[in-house]
């Protein structure tokens, strides 16, 4: 079973690295399993459908950042200083991604969200759950620093969705510019969407 | 020739409604030429690829978007209401969308951002452009209402780009829901990110 689940994985992190770079429709299993170096007949033995191998995709990437959100968002620091992190940590990690790879990759979950959201309802459900679970983290964040007086943002829900809008949309950007310095500005952005209190900054501050 | 211009007009318009609907990857040139009723023959008669056919579906579209952005943000109003406007005007097209498709479909150029600007370098440089004239448009409105004194951003160009990246993230959000309510939170939180005065409005601010 060695030999076996080796090819899973390597169909995984072939699909997962394909995936990155071209996105989902444009993937056969064919092509994922020649990347990956494993014979075109295994594919069906270890996933039902390119749309399982999908979400096995999403899932082990989730598994992997919500563990590096957790790290980041529920540490010891002021509730501000954690989500600075999480934006400087997103920064570096697009920045490693592009030089790595050339181009800067983007969020995987934005990119199928885009792609895929309207034509398969599994992928749109997983991705609804995985965006909620990130909603949930900023948020309990937001609320610990309104407790502190630090933020004047009121709704909390609101407030962290913004949050990870604004986080998504310069993603966007920075991959649409294939330009990872796009998101040095992030944090100023949030800073503001929260109505910070000490900081007085806005978008436009030095 | 009114035969074949009218062909190609049933061509840009069968893959306008596709790819707003599946992405652009997915589609083939026969698909296109079937659901627009046309011989499948007479596609290379009028695009030299699907690439170009994506370029002319992309042209015709920011065409008239950009005629709607210039009468809302050029208007005679005060520079925040023309903004507000034009965020009301998006929020009632996704809305227009979602009631005559049965879901959200997102904004087209955001879409094929992240579906394709990792592989397609003449779409990267023209969705680069389109999103360089948004963020034009929005920066002199922004820069109107700074030299009223309105708001305190003070980089007018970072704050432009802030307020289309809100928007393309909550338009992403909207989409991947199936729900264009979630965009009448987009006028709050632009109001943040351009540090308005007047409002002292922050995203939790009902």
């Known amino acids: ?43 069906y033995y270890f996933f039902e459908s390119k749309e399982a191998l999908g979400l096995a995709v999403l899932d082990e990437h989730w598994a992997m950042q919500r563990k590096d959100w957790e790290r980041v968002l529920t540490g010891d620091g002021a509730p501000l200083d ?12 697009q920045r490693a991604g592009q030089e790595s790879c050339g181009t800067v990759l983007g969020c995987m979950f934005g990119n199928l969200s885009l792609e895929l959201s309207n034509h398969t309802e599994v992928i749109r459900g997983r991705l609804q759950e995985i965006f909620d679970a990130q909603v949930d983290m900023v948020q309990e964040v937001v609320a610990q620093a309104r407790q502190r007086a630090e933020i004047t943002a009121e709704d909390t829900r609101d407030a962290a969705r913004a949050v990870v809008a604004q986080l998504e949309g310069q993603v966007l950007f920075a991959k649409l510019y294939n330009d990872s310095t796009r998101l040095n500005v992030m944090w100023r952005n949030c800073l503001a969407i929260l109505g910070a209190k000490a900081s007085g900054e806005t978008a436009g501050v030095a």
Do not use: D, H
């Open 82 to 93: 954690r989500l600075r992190l999480l934006f400087e940590e997103t920064e570096a990690g």
């Open 1 to 43: 079973m060695g030999r076996t689940s080796n090819a899973r994985e390597k169909i995984l992190g072939a699909a997962r690295s394909l995936m990155a770079q071209r996105g989902y429709s444009a993937l056969g299993t064919a092509e994922i399993c020649k990347a990956a170096g494993v014979p075109k007949g295994s594919f």
